[in-house]
């Protein structure tokens, strides 16, 4: 057990909805990650947050967003969903001076 | 753009038997490397990490990583496969010792005959 929460485990909706999907770090972890892993496009990082403020942004999506909240837990929330945003989507944490981030099981997110 | 590539998508091997999974990696600067493992719906576990000193690093589950700098590889090796192994294997890279923007390859599906 890495420590990392993700709720839910499995998330199931239809074309043209949203979603939110929720990441709580490690105890202490400062730090958010969000990766998407889809069969065509694999492991991708999304964005990442450290102490309630964005820190970088990768392959994100415009429809996508997320926040870190002040008790450092994160979502991220997905809109307009299609059917090519059917993934898992991991949320990783590391705390300051932390050289590996520990990821949590996923989301898997299937849109029908 | 730093990019990894693991070149086999699929492995079988039998069980007691050795495996090497390979991984090439492009970055101009000090890479640090990972492998990390993906078991059938969980989460992805660090096995192993290199950032500097002894290029032979060894992690968890007896699993050990070469850095061969000249070569621009990070191969994964295991002396005898257990069943257990059976899983997905990913290789990964960031720029920086701290900050965790991983860049994966597309990693490797092995599978253990018994």
């Known amino acids: 057990d890495s420590g990392v929460t993700q709720t839910p485990k499995h998330l199931i909706t239809a074309t043209g909805q949203r979603v939110t999907l929720r990441c709580s770090p490690r105890?202490?972890?400062?730090?958010v990650y969000w990766y998407q892993q889809s069969l065509d496009q694999g492991l991708q990082f999304l964005i990442h947050?450290?102490?309630?403020?964005?820190?970088a942004k990768g392959n994100i999506l415009e429809r996508f967003s997320a926040q870190q909240f002040p008790d450092l837990h994160s979502e991220l929330n997905l809109s307009s969903l299609e059917l090519g945003d059917s993934a898992l989507y991991f949320c990783?944490?590391?705390?300051?001076?932390?050289?590996?981030?520990?990821f949590g099981q996923g989301t898997r997110l299937t849109v029908v | 753009a730093q990019s990894v590539t693991q070149p086999d998508i699929h492995i079988t091997v039998s069980e007691g038997a050795s495996l090497e999974l390979r991984c090439n990696y492009s970055y101009g600067a000090t890479p640090y490397l990972f492998w990390y493992v993906q078991s059938p719906g969980q989460g992805l576990q660090l096995l192993l990490k290199y950032f500097s000193g002894d290029t032979l690093v060894q992690g968890i589950k007896g699993f050990e990583a070469e850095f061969k700098r000249s070569q621009s590889s990070f191969n994964l090796r295991k002396p005898s496969v257990h069943w257990s192994d059976a899983a997905e294997y990913f290789c990964a890279v960031k720029r920086s010792e701290y900050g965790n923007k991983l860049v994966f390859g597309a990693g490797t599906i092995l599978r253990v005959k018994s």
């Open positions: 105890s202490g972890d400062l730090s």
């Open positions: 947050y450290y102490n309630g403020e964005e820190r």
């Open positions: 990783a944490s590391a705390g300051r001076g932390n050289t590996e981030a520990f």
